[in-house]
C-alpha cells in the first residue's frame, strides 16, 4: 500500500514563505514523476509545479520565480519552496506521484490527501 502523506501547510501573511513536504510511504520500487496541484476554492484543480526522475521542473506560469520543487529520491520525498506568496495562492495543495510499487507491476498514480495553504493578513 502506497501512501503520499504532505506536511508543512498552514496560514501565513502575505509576501511570507512556507515549505510544503510530501513524502511516499509503503511498497515502493520506482517513484517516477513527482508534482504538487492545488484546488482553490470553486476552481478545477491545477498543476503548479512538476519533477520528473529526471530533467527539468515545469511550473504554472502564476508561481514561476516564486515557487522552487525540488524532491529527495533516498527519503522518497517531494517539496514546494513557495517564496512572496499572494492570497491568490490561497488553496488546498495536493501531491502527486507516479510510483511502480514491485519491478513487476505497472506505474500508477498516487495522490496525498491534501493540506492547506492560506494566504492572510
Known amino acids: 500500500q502506497v501512501q503520499l502523506v504532505e506536511s508543512g501547510g498552514g496560514l501565513v501573511q502575505p509576501g511570507g514563505s512556507l515549505r510544503l513536504s510530501c513524502a511516499a510511504s509503503g511498497s515502493i520500487f520506482r517513484i517516477n514523476a513527482m508534482g504538487w496541484y492545488r484546488q482553490a476554492p470553486g476552481k478545477q484543480r491545477e498543476l503548479v509545479a512538476g519533477i520528473p526522475s529526471g530533467g527539468s521542473t515545469n511550473y504554472a506560469d502564476s508561481v514561476k520565480g516564486r515557487f522552487t520543487i525540488s524532491r529527495d529520491n533516498a527519503k522518497n520525498t517531494v517539496y514546494l519552496q513557495m517564496n512572496s506568496l499572494k492570497p491568490e495562492d490561497t488553496a488546498v495543495y495536493y501531491c502527486?506521484?507516479?510510483?511502480?510499487?514491485?519491478?513487476?507491476?505497472?506505474?500508477?498514480?498516487?495522490w496525498g490527501q491534501g493540506i492547506q495553504v492560506t494566504v492572510s493578513s
Open positions: 502527486n506521484a507516479d510510483i511502480r510499487a514491485q519491478w513487476y507491476s505497472g506505474i500508477y498514480e498516487y
